[in-house]
């Protein structure tokens, strides 16, 4: 209840079709998602010994759009994607 009030004060057009991002933060990394971020910091270079700390920046998030590419439906057109940010 308490989200759906929130949700509905932000004034989003209804409708309209959203992503959304479900982000990690404190005790989630270090035990449930601990791994995610060793692999994402490995990824980068980092080494176990010199890990800058227990998260996975919001770019990380991001970067599933940052893609020049346009996926291509069956017919052989390419899709356009819009992403609503709220």
């Not at 057009?13 to 991002?21: H, K, N, R, S």
């Not at 227990?54 to 346009?70: A, T, V």
Request: glycine letters at 6%; aromatic letters at 12%.
């Amino acid at each position: 209840r308490d989200v759906e009030m929130l949700v509905n004060s932000y004034g989003i057009p209804d409708g309209d079709e959203y992503d959304a991002i479900h982000v990690r933060r404190g005790d989630k990394l270090d035990v449930e998602s601990r791994s995610n971020v060793l692999k994402y910091w490995r990824s980068k270079g980092y080494t176990d010994g010199n890990l800058p700390v227990n998260y996975i920046p919001f770019e990380h998030y991001l970067r599933q759009w940052s893609s020049d590419e346009c996926p291509v439906q069956k017919d052989g057109n390419k899709a356009i994607l819009e992403h609503n940010v709220y």
